[in-house]
């Protein structure tokens, strides 16, 4: 095993297998703790460094062993190679990361100065803020979320979700064995463990660029070279990125991190990017599922991954118009507390806001979950800074509307870090709501719950959120309900699918279900949720009480998690996204699922798929659909292709049926293929030509989108 | 799911085709009347959501696409929606159907009674019954019958009532309703009519359209209909008519439903009940009009002996296989989708190609009698009226009967019997064509001068003596769609300037595109055709093919010789209706008068004797040559005031003439990828 191990990262990383085994005793020997423990009190402390002034001489030695592994030549790595060149190199290395702790000239420290403002807590980040640059001290390298939490099966065999940050977490749930076991056909006997640790020479050798590195170091920006800050910034949530790390298969990475704290600084990295040719990848959260942080394979300059999290403050909020400068980096949940603390939020809540960062929301045209209230990103946004190779672009005002030919903005919202990086935005604020409640109904069949959301938003009288769940994932979120604690509730919730299912005549096999969520004042939020109701029994609809709708929202944060434990017992499985006009609601929803299992069927899955469809969010003129699908993938010789495959068919059926190439997820590289035909030969040349003009070397060369 | 049977290269010998089942078998060994009041309970679509004969209506009545065709009616002709409203109800109360278990029941009896006496058997692949219930299951169907005679569709549904298959709503013609009684009943055993023609009546054409959409997107029933428009009179397969199919084609196309299933049926009757009154209608005695009491006239065929039916459910086409990768969908997502819209290019011509296949499909599995290979053989005798001998007949036909299988034909020829009991048990069956007469068999003619209004001329003669002819002639058509590509092969082979592949491909392909009103013969597929063609030859050890040139083996001659008489009577038929254009049209010919003038021309020539096939007289044979002359521009018609004339290009004319006699070198055809 281990030979085909070694044998698999020597085909792959081109290293021979001499060099492996001069360089094998070394990493284990003097590597694993030391070097995790250099690196984080390298970057943890790099801002403060000034102060306590550590004597360089100790890095110097500590770091020594390490160069040659950390940077290998990028050439010659032969068994012919020299003892001697190998040395020079490992002296070079060490020179460059030495470098970097070097105090930088007191002219080149401007930036810093301008950024951190006296009065925001400019020591802070990573103590109240959610993300800190060491990303994977918090959060799964591998999966989705914080480390601290996942679905597990414990000693028993019951499902138990772990950790305290949920409203789930430390519960039991029951039902969740039954249903994998009975939907995948999968086992707890048939494991498939993710690789436990990033091994770092499944790595191939970073792409430096000296000089870039060099005008750099002469800034306070802080960076990174180390393996696991560069692999984690090298992947979205795309289940083939998932996969792959599990496997602790890693291809191409970013060759270095940057950690600006503010535009200025985002300036700066964006001008020396420019000087010395470097491919700059913006990352904010993290959370794309469409393969736009991948490194492109064939970019042979040096990738430095730009990762704005440290840009996370609020510059000023302004009551009068309701307003609030925001850097870009901050993310979600943050974002919201923060203005919650003044009574204000901007009520827009992506599904990842725990993650995402307003950057991310930005340049992907993001949707929140409220929208009918708040309105989309396109709606929040007054005003928008972007760094661009090209220099900065933004609007001399923050006018609410304005008739000034094209709207820049749109250049901007959707650009997918293609042109540059966002940097601070003017969001709409509102007071938090007085009152807020949840509601659930429950429809006989799909065909019910669709016409009654067409007429809810015909009446344009839709709630804050309204879904609409088919019945697959109505049994799904069935599947998740913890243990109950009491008899009284259990006897209850028997009682009520007595009276659905006998009384009402509701067949199990076809109901479906509705969340809803009201906000406002109580007064209008009970006439509101009066009216809605009302429409929804028309269409057969039976009010199914607040917990049901309560459940439902909360699920959503946990629903990301779900696939890690499915992923460890052979299931993997993917959501997708489009918007389609209401006439074609039905259809697009049934065709797209019979494709996914007709294509399962096709290309050999062994157990029949998961395929299931919510609609989301309710337009004038249309509806966003949701595509859930999974499958049991024992037997599969290359089931991320299948898997793809799959996709890819659904994709296709989507368009066939009228269905958008994207309503939220942002086209990155996964769905670039479908461009053209979305946008037309000369809506595809109109893009390109501002890309052109705006970024003529490619700096920003993620290469989504066009 | 995908029928793969149509690609040239697999070999026709490895066809896997289903055993069949005798359903009269087990009628004749139990009730029928619990067998007509047997428990019926079909598997149904998984999507269905149930909905009655008079719902059905009003939904149709209420679609959106009635709305907005009879709003555009309205503007155009300055009539009140309400008026349109009202003829569009009574357009869907002359055509819906009623289905009524009942009725089917009574059918069900009736027909048990009338096939036990005048059928030996009626034999089905059961393979194929359990295949459709499932794609009943599964998807919508549309089930795609052959249609040889007025028995077809009686009989489709006497079947799937016997299998407890889903009952079929069949699109009939209008002709039907002139029998009120019958009419109704068929009605209520699911049957809808249509008009003929109904040319630019859009309102007609909506409620039309959407009746058979909604039954087909809702999976209320398996539509049924004739892809061939109408029965065939000569036994070959009608190039198919696109109405209907654009029709059902048209919810998959615009994502109404995820997919649909086309079951091509092949139903192959050893003796057409139609027989003789088709050979008669050919030869342009007209056709009786359907009537109830005509129909009774008919009971006389009661007490005959037809032989055996043969249905073969073929394997069901997925259109959403057939369509991947050939139609963009999207095209029809920027409009709504009730406002009917030309179909583009695409899609056009997605559905001919789909057509074809599904005739090809029916023809392929099309049983086919040692009779139909005894009446190719004796109507390539050296002389009609003698015949040939029996054992040359019965040394011929099982020669025939190998090439016929090596080609792929689906021959029910019993190898446990002695050939010579073969050969005279076919005889017997179809003992009013052909007679024996001290071991010479040929053709029975009728006796001269027999009429009883007194003597007749020698043209009524001719024609007379052509009945006969003529249902042979229906016979062994069953048996071209074996051997046509290889025969216009060899044709070519012969006629073409040199044995070079590219002159040789040229005259294949001028013979394709001349007759491909005769044949089914996919547009734009004469490559394939072609490597069809070579492949069959080579393969028999006819024809030798290397780089440049084709040659003809030397054991080949035999094939050769079969195979181009087998087309001569087409070639020569064509041949005559161009020398006709050159030589008698006068510019006063229509076309109505054409087949009365070209028959007078073809009779002369006959009694002459410098014409030698009297199937020539097939007014079908006519109407195809003329209906390829006028695609190939040789005529033309000119819209005069009153009435249309034609107008002759003699110069293109004679030069086709000229090269279907191998006088003048074929024209390049254009697409020669080799």
Same mark, same amino acid.
Request: proline share 5%; aromatic share 8%; hydrophobic share 40%.
């Given at each position: 095993m281990?030979g085909?191990?070694?044998?698999?990262?020597?085909?792959n990383?081109g290293?021979?297998?001499?060099s492996?085994t001069?360089?094998?005793?070394?990493?284990?020997?003097a590597l694993?703790?030391? %070097?995790?423990?250099l690196?984080r009190?390298l970057?943890?402390?790099?801002p403060?460094?000034?102060?306590?002034?550590?004597?360089?001489?100790v890095l110097r030695?500590?770091?020594a #062993?390490?160069?040659?592994?950390e940077?290998?030549?990028?050439?010659?790595h032969?068994?012919?190679m020299?003892?001697?060149?190998?040395?020079?190199?490992?002296?070079?290395?060490?020179?460059i990361?030495t470098?970097h702790l070097?105090?930088?000239?007191?002219d080149?420290?401007i930036?810093? *100065?301008?950024?951190k403002?006296?009065e925001?807590?400019a020591q802070?980040?990573?103590?109240?803020?959610?993300v800190?640059?060491?990303?994977?001290d918090?959060m799964?390298?591998n999966?989705?979320?914080?480390s601290?939490t996942?679905?597990i099966?414990?000693?028993?065999?019951q499902?138990e979700f772990?950790?305290?940050?949920?409203r789930l977490?430390g519960m039991i749930?029951?039902?969740l064995?039954?249903?994998m076991?009975?939907?995948?056909g999968?086992?707890?006997?048939?494991?498939?463990?993710?690789?436990p640790?990033l091994?770092?020479s499944?790595l191939q #050798?970073?792409?430096?660029?000296?000089a870039?590195?060099e005008?750099?170091?002469?800034?306070?920006?802080?960076?990174?070279v180390?393996?696991?800050?560069?692999?984690?910034r090298?992947?979205?949530?795309c289940l083939?990125e998932?996969?792959?790390?599990?496997?602790?298969?890693?291809g191409?990475?970013?060759?270095?991190?940057?950690?600006?704290?503010?535009h200025n600084?985002?300036v700066k990295?964006v001008?020396?990017?420019?000087?010395h040719?470097?491919?700059l990848i913006? !990352?904010?959260?993290g959370?794309?599922?469409?393969?736009?942080?991948e490194?492109?394979?064939?970019?042979t300059?040096?990738i430095?991954?730009?990762?704005?999290?440290?840009?996370?403050r609020?510059?000023?909020?302004?009551?009068?118009?309701?307003?609030a400068?925001?850097?870009?980096?901050i993310?979600?949940?943050?974002?919201?507390?923060?203005?919650?603390?003044s009574?204000?939020c901007?009520?827009?809540?992506?599904?990842?806001?725990?993650?995402?960062?307003?950057?991310?929301?930005v340049?992907t045209?993001?949707s929140g979950?409220?929208k009918?209230?708040?309105?989309?990103?396109?709606?929040?946004?007054?005003?928008?800074?972007?760094?661009?190779?090209?220099?900065v672009?933004?609007?001399?005002c923050?006018g609410?509307?304005?008739?000034?030919g094209?709207?820049?903005h749109?250049?901007?919202?959707?650009?997918e870090g293609?042109?540059?990086?966002?940097?601070e935005?003017t969001?709409?604020?509102r007071?938090?709501?007085?009152?807020?409640k949840?509601?659930?109904?429950?429809f006989?069949?799909?065909e019910q719950g669709?016409?009654?959301?067409r007429e809810v938003?015909r009446?344009?009288?839709? #709630?804050a959120?309204i879904?609409?769940?088919d019945?697959?994932q !109505?049994k799904?979120?069935?599947a998740?309900?913890?243990q109950?604690?009491s008899?009284?509730?259990?006897?209850?919730?028997?009682?009520?699918?007595f009276?659905i299912?006998?009384?009402?005549? !509701?067949?199990p096999? %076809?109901l479906?279900?509705?969340?809803?969520?009201f906000?406002?004042?109580?007064?209008?939020?009970?006439?509101h949720?009066?009216?809605v109701?009302?429409?929804? *029994?028309?269409f057969?609809?039976?009010a199914?009480g607040?917990?049901?709708?309560?459940?439902?929202?909360?699920?959503?944060?946990?629903i990301?998690?779900? %696939?890690?434990l499915g992923?460890?017992?052979y299931v993997?499985g993917?959501?997708?996204e489009?918007?389609?006009?209401?006439d074609?609601v039905?259809?697009?929803?049934?065709?797209v699922?019979?494709?996914i299992?007709r294509e399962?069927?096709?290309?050999?899955v062994?157990?029949?798929?998961?395929?299931?469809?919510?609609?989301?969010?309710?337009?004038?003129?249309?509806a966003?659909v949701?595509?859930y699908?999974?499958?049991?993938?024992?037997?599969?010789?290359?089931?991320?292709?299948v898997?793809e495959?799959?996709?890819?068919a659904?994709?296709?059926?989507?368009l066939?049926?009228?269905?958008?190439?994207?309503?939220?997820?942002?086209v990155?590289?996964? %769905?670039?293929?479908?461009?053209?035909a979305?946008?037309?030969?000369?809506?595809?040349?109109?893009?390109k030509?501002?890309?052109?003009y705006?970024?003529?070397?490619?700096?920003f060369?993620n290469r989504?989108?066009? | 799911?995908?029928?793969?049977a149509t690609?040239?290269?697999?070999?026709?010998?490895?066809k896997?085709?289903?055993e069949f089942?005798?359903i009269? /078998?087990?009628?004749r060994?139990?009730s029928?009347?619990r067998?007509?009041?047997?428990?019926?309970?079909?598997?149904?679509?998984?999507h269905?959501?149930?909905? $009655?004969?008079?719902s059905?209506k009003?939904?149709?009545?209420q679609?959106d696409?009635?709305h907005?065709?009879?709003?555009?009616?309205?503007?155009?002709?300055?009539?009140?929606?309400?008026?349109?409203q009202?003829?569009?109800?009574?357009?869907?109360?002359?055509?819906?159907?009623?289905l009524?278990?009942?009725?089917?029941?009574?059918f069900?009896?009736?027909?048990?009674?009338?096939?036990?006496?005048i059928?030996?058997?009626?034999?089905?692949?059961e393979?194929g019954i359990?295949?459709?219930?499932q794609a009943?299951?599964?998807?919508?169907?549309v089930?795609l019958p052959s249609?040889r005679?007025?028995m077809?569709?009686?009989?489709?549904s006497y079947i799937?009532?016997?299998?407890d298959?889903s009952?079929?709503?069949?699109?009939?013609?209008?002709d039907f309703?002139?029998m009120?009684?019958?009419?109704?009943m068929?009605?209520?055993?699911?049957?809808?009519?249509?008009?003929r023609?109904?040319?630019?009546?859009k309102l007609y054409?909506?409620?039309?359209?959407?009746?058979?959409?909604t039954i087909l997107?809702?999976?209320?029933a398996p539509?049924e209909?004739?892809?061939e428009?109408t029965?065939?009179?000569?036994?070959?397969?009608?190039?198919?008519?696109l109405?209907?199919?654009?029709i059902?084609?048209?919810?998959?196309?615009?994502?109404?439903v995820?997919?649909?299933s086309?079951v091509?049926?092949?139903?192959?009757y050893e003796?057409?009940?139609?027989e003789?009154?088709y050979?008669?209608?050919?030869?342009?005695?007209?056709?009786?009009?359907?009537?109830t009491s005509?129909?009774?006239k008919a009971?006389?065929v009661?007490?005959?002996?037809?032989?055996?039916?043969?249905? =073969?459910?073929?394997?069901?086409?997925s259109?959403?296989?057939l369509?991947?990768?050939?139609v963009?969908r999207?095209?029809?997502s920027?409009a709504?989708? =009730?406002i009917?819209?030309?179909a583009?290019?695409?899609?056009?011509t997605f559905?001919?190609?789909?057509?074809?296949r599904?005739?090809?499909a029916q023809?392929?599995?099309?049983?086919?009698?040692?009779w139909?290979?005894?009446a190719?053989?004796l109507l390539?005798?050296?002389?009609l009226?003698?015949?040939m001998?029996?054992e040359?007949?019965?040394?011929e036909?099982?020669?025939?009967?190998d090439l016929c299988r090596? =080609?792929?034909?689906?021959?029910?020829?019993?190898?446990?019997?002695a050939?010579?009991?073969v050969?005279?048990?076919?005889?017997s069956?179809?003992?009013?064509?052909?007679?024996?007469s001290?071991g010479?068999v040929f053709i029975?003619f009728?006796?001269?001068g027999?009429?009883?209004s007194?003597p007749?001329?020698p043209? /009524?003669q001719v024609?007379?003596?052509?009945?006969?002819?003529l249902?042979?002639?229906s016979?062994?058509n069953?048996a071209l769609h074996?051997?046509?590509?290889p025969?216009?092969l060899a044709?070519?082979?012969?006629?073409?300037?040199?044995?070079h592949k590219?002159?040789?491909?040229n005259?294949?392909?001028?013979?394709?595109t001349?007759?491909s009103? /005769?044949?089914?013969?996919c547009?734009?597929a004469?490559? /394939?055709?072609?490597e069809?063609?070579?492949?069959?030859?080579?393969?028999?050890g006819v024809l030798?093919?290397?780089q440049q040139e084709v040659?003809?083996?030397h054991r080949?001659?035999?094939?050769?010789?079969?195979l181009s008489?087998?087309l001569?009577?087409?070639?020569q038929?064509?041949?005559?209706?161009?020398?006709?254009?050159?030589?008698?049209?006068?510019?006063?010919?229509?076309e109505?008068?054409f087949?009365?003038a070209?028959?007078?021309?073809?009779?002369?020539?006959?009694i002459a004797?410098?014409?030698?096939?009297?199937e020539?007289?097939s007014s079908d044979?006519?109407?195809?040559?003329?209906a390829?002359?006028?695609?190939?521009g040789?005529?033309?018609k000119?819209?005069r005031? $009153?009435?249309?004339?034609?107008?002759?290009?003699?110069?293109t004319?004679n030069?086709?003439?000229?090269?279907?006699?191998g006088?003048?070198?074929t024209?390049?055809?254009?697409s020669?990828?080799?």
């Amino acid at each position: 095993m281990y030979g085909l191990a070694l044998l698999y990262i020597v085909l792959n990383c081109g290293i021979s297998p001499s060099s492996l085994t001069t360089a094998g005793p070394l990493r284990q020997a003097a590597l694993p703790q030391n %070097r995790r423990a250099l690196g984080r009190w390298l970057i943890s402390h790099r801002p403060v460094r000034r102060q306590c002034g550590f004597p360089n001489e100790v890095l110097r030695r500590s770091l020594a #062993p390490l160069a040659p592994l950390e940077a290998p030549p990028p050439h010659k790595h032969g068994s012919s190679m020299a003892a001697a060149d190998r040395q020079r190199a490992a002296r070079q290395r060490l020179q460059i990361i030495t470098g970097h702790l070097q105090r930088p000239t007191e002219d080149q420290l401007i930036t810093a *100065a301008e950024c951190k403002a006296p009065e925001t807590k400019a020591q802070e980040p990573g103590e109240q803020r959610t993300v800190p640059r060491r990303r994977q001290d918090v959060m799964k390298w591998n999966g989705w979320g914080y480390s601290d939490t996942k679905f597990i099966y414990n000693k028993k065999g019951q499902a138990e979700f772990t950790g305290k940050r949920y409203r789930l977490s430390g519960m039991i749930i029951p039902g969740l064995k039954d249903w994998m076991e009975g939907t995948f056909g999968a086992s707890l006997q048939h494991k498939t463990p993710a690789t436990p640790l990033l091994n770092s020479s499944a790595l191939q #050798p970073p792409t430096m660029n000296e000089a870039f590195a060099e005008d750099l170091k002469a800034t306070p920006i802080p960076f990174s070279v180390e393996a696991e800050d560069r692999v984690f910034r090298a992947h979205g949530h795309c289940l083939h990125e998932i996969f792959a790390l599990r496997e602790g298969k890693i291809g191409r990475v970013p060759d270095m991190v940057v950690w600006p704290s503010c535009h200025n600084d985002v300036v700066k990295i964006v001008e020396l990017a420019c000087k010395h040719n470097i491919c700059l990848i913006p !990352f904010g959260g993290g959370t794309s599922v469409s393969s736009a942080l991948e490194c492109p394979s064939e970019e042979t300059r040096s990738i430095v991954s730009l990762d704005t999290s440290q840009m996370n403050r609020i510059l000023w909020v302004d009551e009068k118009n309701l307003t609030a400068h925001v850097e870009a980096g901050i993310v979600g949940q943050d974002l919201e507390r923060l203005l919650n603390e003044s009574g204000y939020c901007t009520g827009h809540e992506p599904d990842s806001m725990e993650f995402s960062s307003l950057g991310g929301w930005v340049a992907t045209r993001a949707s929140g979950m409220k929208k009918n209230i708040y309105g989309n990103i396109e709606d929040l946004v007054v005003h928008v800074k972007m760094v661009t190779p090209r220099g900065v672009i933004e609007k001399s005002c923050q006018g609410p509307r304005m008739s000034t030919g094209p709207d820049v903005h749109h250049f901007i919202m959707g650009s997918e870090g293609t042109l540059g990086v966002v940097t601070e935005v003017t969001l709409k604020i509102r007071p938090v709501p007085e009152y807020q409640k949840y509601g659930s109904v429950v429809f006989p069949n799909f065909e019910q719950g669709v016409a009654c959301l067409r007429e809810v938003a015909r009446q344009r009288c839709a #709630p804050a959120s309204i879904r609409l769940m088919d019945n697959e994932q !109505f049994k799904f979120g069935h599947a998740l309900k913890p243990q109950v604690s009491s008899i009284f509730t259990s006897f209850l919730d028997g009682l009520k699918k007595f009276y659905i299912t006998k009384f009402k005549g !509701f067949d199990p096999d %076809r109901l479906c279900v509705a969340t809803l969520l009201f906000e406002g004042n109580r007064e209008k939020v009970l006439q509101h949720e009066k009216q809605v109701y009302d429409i929804a *029994a028309k269409f057969g609809g039976l009010a199914a009480g607040e917990d049901n709708g309560q459940r439902g929202y909360m699920l959503t944060f946990v629903i990301a998690y779900l %696939r890690d434990l499915g992923m460890d017992y052979y299931v993997i499985g993917e959501s997708f996204e489009t918007s389609v006009p209401w006439d074609r609601v039905l259809d697009i929803c049934r065709n797209v699922k019979a494709c996914i299992v007709r294509e399962c069927k096709d290309k050999g899955v062994q157990f029949p798929p998961l395929s299931t469809c919510r609609v989301t969010q309710t337009y004038d003129a249309g509806a966003c659909v949701y595509f859930y699908f999974a499958f049991n993938y024992r037997g599969l010789g290359d089931p991320v292709h299948v898997f793809e495959q799959v996709e890819h068919a659904a994709r296709e059926e989507i368009l066939a049926n009228g269905g958008s190439l994207s309503h939220h997820h942002g086209v990155g590289k996964l %769905r670039k293929e479908w461009m053209r035909a979305t946008v037309s030969d000369v809506g595809l040349g109109m893009l390109k030509s501002v890309k052109d003009y705006v970024d003529p070397n490619n700096i920003f060369g993620n290469r989504n989108l066009l | 799911m995908e029928n793969q049977a149509t690609s040239p290269h697999t070999d026709p010998m490895l066809k896997k085709r289903d055993e069949f089942e005798d359903i009269l /078998e087990e009628r004749r060994n139990s009730s029928d009347l619990r067998y007509a009041l047997k428990c019926y309970t079909p598997v149904i679509y998984k999507h269905l959501s149930p909905c $009655d004969a008079t719902s059905l209506k009003t939904k149709v009545l209420q679609s959106d696409q009635l709305h907005y065709v009879i709003t555009q009616v309205s503007k155009e002709t300055g009539r009140t929606s309400e008026d349109l409203q009202d003829e569009a109800s009574s357009i869907i109360e002359e055509m819906a159907h009623r289905l009524q278990l009942s009725t089917v029941r009574f059918f069900a009896f009736a027909l048990c009674k009338v096939f036990k006496t005048i059928f030996k058997s009626i034999c089905v692949n059961e393979n194929g019954i359990q295949r459709l219930q499932q794609a009943i299951h599964d998807h919508p169907v549309v089930l795609l019958p052959s249609h040889r005679s007025y028995m077809d569709f009686l009989l489709m549904s006497y079947i799937l009532y016997t299998y407890d298959l889903s009952l079929p709503v069949i699109a009939a013609g209008m002709d039907f309703m002139g029998m009120k009684v019958i009419g109704e009943m068929l009605r209520m055993s699911g049957a809808f009519f249509i008009r003929r023609s109904f040319g630019g009546d859009k309102l007609y054409w909506a409620v039309f359209s959407e009746y058979v959409k909604t039954i087909l997107k809702n999976g209320l029933a398996p539509v049924e209909f004739f892809l061939e428009g109408t029965r065939s009179r000569t036994s070959k397969s009608l190039t198919p008519k696109l109405g209907l199919l654009n029709i059902a084609l048209d919810p998959f196309l615009k994502g109404e439903v995820f997919d649909i299933s086309l079951v091509p049926v092949s139903i192959s009757y050893e003796r057409i009940l139609e027989e003789s009154l088709y050979a008669r209608e050919m030869l342009g005695v007209p056709k009786p009009k359907e009537s109830t009491s005509g129909l009774f006239k008919a009971r006389k065929v009661l007490s005959e002996d037809y032989g055996s039916i043969h249905v =073969y459910f073929g394997q069901p086409v997925s259109v959403r296989r057939l369509a991947e990768g050939r139609v963009n969908r999207c095209q029809f997502s920027l409009a709504p989708r =009730y406002i009917p819209k030309r179909a583009n290019g695409d899609v056009q011509t997605f559905v001919n190609d789909t057509a074809y296949r599904l005739v090809r499909a029916q023809e392929e599995n099309m049983v086919l009698k040692p009779w139909v290979l005894l009446a190719t053989i004796l109507l390539q005798a050296e002389n009609l009226q003698t015949g040939m001998r029996l054992e040359e007949l019965t040394e011929e036909a099982l020669w025939l009967r190998d090439l016929c299988r090596q =080609y792929g034909g689906f021959l029910h020829w019993p190898d446990h019997v002695a050939p010579s009991e073969v050969v005279s048990a076919s005889l017997s069956l179809h003992h009013s064509l052909v007679k024996i007469s001290e071991g010479q068999v040929f053709i029975a003619f009728e006796e001269e001068g027999e009429s009883p209004s007194g003597p007749v001329g020698p043209e /009524e003669q001719v024609l007379r003596r052509s009945v006969p002819v003529l249902s042979c002639v229906s016979y062994r058509n069953q048996a071209l769609h074996v051997f046509v590509r290889p025969a216009l092969l060899a044709t070519a082979v012969q006629t073409a300037a040199s044995n070079h592949k590219q002159d040789v491909f040229n005259t294949f392909s001028f013979l394709r595109t001349m007759f491909s009103n /005769e044949f089914i013969l996919c547009p734009n597929a004469a490559v /394939e055709d072609f490597e069809e063609a070579c492949f069959l030859l080579m393969k028999t050890g006819v024809l030798q093919l290397n780089q440049q040139e084709v040659l003809v083996s030397h054991r080949g001659d035999r094939t050769i010789s079969f195979l181009s008489r087998l087309l001569l009577p087409f070639v020569q038929g064509y041949q005559v209706v161009c020398s006709f254009l050159c030589e008698e049209a006068t510019d006063s010919l229509t076309e109505k008068d054409f087949v009365v003038a070209v028959r007078k021309f073809i009779v002369k020539r006959l009694i002459a004797g410098t014409l030698r096939y009297p199937e020539i007289l097939s007014s079908d044979l006519q109407k195809n040559a003329f209906a390829a002359l006028l695609r190939l521009g040789a005529v033309q018609k000119v819209k005069r005031v $009153d009435q249309t004339k034609l107008k002759i290009n003699k110069v293109t004319m004679n030069s086709l003439e000229d090269t279907l006699g191998g006088k003048l070198p074929t024209p390049n055809a254009a697409s020669a990828r080799l």
